[in-house]
């Protein structure tokens, strides 16, 4: 499989190794491991904690006006990306956005995750 890392600025690709027979034998410390995956893991690439709406539905600040809610409409699963806006010192969902369904999210997600956003932002001058 090929994995996908941040380094810097750049997202790089990388085959997973594996591992020989003969190194299949050799012990390996799963402390010593997991020191080494905290290592290599960035402060970009850790886990964000969701916070949660007075509905209960979980969202993720995006900046001060747009927000990425998770949540569960007529028995659909939505990932909704939209602006908010400020009523009685509450945030509310405002009209311009998009809801995806699990399956659009995850086929989103590929996209991002194969780099090929970034590579299209780099090609018009952005720095990303």
């Known amino acids: 499989p090929t994995y996908y890392f941040r380094t ?15 190194a299949e034998k050799e012990e390996i410390d799963p402390e010593e491991s997991e020191q080494h995956e905290d290592e290599q893991q960035s402060d970009d690439d850790a886990p964000i904690p969701p916070q949660k709406n007075d509905a209960g539905d979980y969202f ?3 900046s001060e006006k747009k927000r990425c809610t998770v949540r569960k409409f007529k028995n659909s699963i939505l990932v909704d990306i939209r602006e908010v806006y400020e009523k ?29 956003i970034d590579k299209l932002i780099r090609d018009l001058g952005g720095d990303i």
């Open 60 to 62: 993720f600040e995006l």
């Open 8 to 22: 810097g600025s750049k997202m790089e690709r990388t085959k997973k190794r594996v591992k020989s027979e003969s």
């Open 88 to 116: 009685d010192g509450k945030k509310l969902p405002g009209k311009k956005g998009i809801s995806l369904t699990v399956d659009q999210f995850q086929m989103f997600r590929n996209v991002v995750k194969s780099g090929s």
